[in-house]
């Protein structure tokens, strides 16, 4: 019922909308129509992963099948979606990894307009796994003000034992699944070519293009901080 409030007024007013909502809301054929009919034109859904055992761990209160519904329902609409995927979690095996990549491949095939972004895990005080977190070594910060490093672009957890990996994960997924608008630009274009081949052949060593990001990181880092 507030979604349909929502799209009314969005609809009424003639507004173009983004959001954020939970996969399972697209279940309904219904009100995704309305969704679309609002004038959204974007949508990020966290999936966070494609292992049911890991989605049971981290109470995602959801599944392969409802995920799957609700990608197959977006795909007849103009809205372009973006699908977020995490990793680094505890307890999270090689396995796990593999059927979440199949899972990004299934999407790709039905909503090849799909896109994507795969982050990495960064335990916060008060959610429900970060005491499993300290419990497998997580150092949480002493101030405040240095959890300001820890983003989704970092690797903090101890029990990762590829930490090059998950970042590589990251920057491939910024430069193989986004909008046409970033990677058809002239500079970005060679780079989305190489991260989609990447994609393909699961080849995420010997990356550059994180020493390009994180060069490009510490340029802008040098800059706001004089």
Not at 80 to 93: A, H, V
Not at 108 to 124: C, E, G, N, R, S
Not at 172 to 184: G, K
Request: contains cysteine.
């Amino acid at each position: 019922k507030h979604i349909e409030d929502i799209c009314k007024i969005t609809k009424d007013l003639d507004l173009k909308w983004s959001s954020c909502m939970r996969i399972d809301t697209m279940d309904n054929k219904d009100i995704v129509k309305k969704i679309e009919d609002s004038g959204c034109e974007y949508l990020l859904f966290g999936i966070e992963s494609g292992s049911e055992k890991i989605m049971k761990y981290i109470n995602k209160q959801q599944n392969l099948s409802t995920i799957k519904r609700g990608v197959a329902n977006i795909a007849d609409t103009i809205i372009i979606p973006m699908y977020s995927f995490m990793f680094g979690f505890p307890k999270e095996t090689k396995e796990d990894v593999l059927v979440s990549f199949d899972l990004v491949d299934y999407i790709l095939k039905v909503d090849p307009k799909a896109t994507f972004m795969f982050q990495i895990y960064t335990p916060y005080p008060g959610t429900p796994l970060y005491n499993d977190a300290l419990k497998y070594g997580f150092k949480p910060p002493k101030k405040l003000d240095d959890w300001a490093n820890y983003v989704m672009d970092e690797v903090n957890a101890p029990w990762v034992k590829d930490k090059k990996l998950l970042r590589n994960l990251f920057i491939t997924s910024v430069l193989a699944f986004r909008s046409e608008q970033l990677v058809n630009t002239f500079l970005v274009y060679p780079l989305h070519k190489i991260a989609v081949l990447r994609w393909k052949h699961r080849y995420f060593n010997l990356c550059f293009e994180r020493f390009l990001y994180d060069l490009i990181k510490k340029f802008y880092g040098f800059l706001y901080s004089n």
